[in-house]
């Protein structure tokens, strides 16, 4: 079963406006953490921001929030205000803690197009 | 710039063959990961080494293996390598082996295999 599923295997976005890219998880970890990475054409992998699984509040960077419903096990990213730079590959992932190490699990991705 | 490096950014190579990617760690950080990203099978994590020991070990083939020096380099060996081992390979360091924030990522090395 995946761990992480990003539905939306591709979403285009207008310039300025805002889009939310899914992720839902499946862990029975009390304690995990959550992230999204954005990859451009150039194959860098670029961290964007870290929900915990104990934060209270939603996590936030810059045009970048992650819509955090721990009950529903989803972690959708929201990026406000598109710009053309942000047309890229975006993975979500999630960190899996066993025996004292940790490894990332990382969604499909969605393929994110900002249209002038 | 993420302060981790990878080297070479290209490789091709043939099948049979040997080849070794090799990675440096941000300053100071300890983990080292090895992930695999292929069109197929998406972004695989393959091995995690702290401070020279191997911690965790995920869908990394017999064919595959790595090392952490004590300079806290890496390397990831692959040999008899197959047409399917093509990808881009990333490392990615962090500080400490429980870290509770961002691995960081290297540029990766794309590995053809003809």
């Known amino acids: 079963a995946q761990k992480i599923t990003q539905t939306q295997p591709g979403m285009f976005v207008q310039e300025k406006e805002a889009v939310t890219l899914d992720c839902t998880y499946d862990t029975s970890d009390p304690s995990y953490g959550l992230f999204w990475y954005k990859q451009p054409s150039s194959g860098e992998m670029i961290f964007l921001i870290y929900?915990?699984?104990?934060?209270?509040q939603n996590a936030t960077e810059g045009r970048y929030s992650l819509n955090f419903q721990k009950a529903r096990k989803s972690a959708n990213l929201v990026i406000s205000a598109s710009q053309l730079g942000d047309s890229a590959m975006y993975f979500c992932?999630?960190?899996?803690?066993?025996?004292?190490?940790?490894?990332?699990?990382f969604g499909k991705g969605t393929k994110l197009t900002v249209n002038p | 710039d993420s302060g981790v490096t990878q080297t070479p950014k290209h490789l091709i190579t043939a099948t049979g063959q040997r080849v070794t990617l090799r990675c440096s760690p941000r300053s100071g950080d300890l983990s080292v990961y090895w992930y695999q990203q292929s069109l197929d099978q998406g972004l695989q994590f393959l091995i995690q080494?702290?401070?020279?020991?191997?911690?965790a070990k995920g869908n990394i083939l017999e064919r595959f293996s790595a090392q952490q020096f004590p300079d806290l380099h890496s390397e990831l060996n692959l040999s008899s390598l197959e047409l399917g081992d093509s990808a881009l390979y990333f490392c990615?360091?962090?500080?400490?082996?429980?870290?509770?924030?961002?691995?960081?990522f290297g540029p990766g090395t794309r590995l053809t295999v003809l």
């Open positions: 992932a999630m960190r899996e803690t066993q025996g004292g190490s940790e490894k990332l699990v």
């Open positions: 929900q915990g699984s104990y934060d209270q």
């Open positions: 080494y702290y401070n020279g020991e191997e911690r």
């Open positions: 990615a360091s962090s500080p400490r082996t429980d870290s509770y924030n961002e691995q960081f």
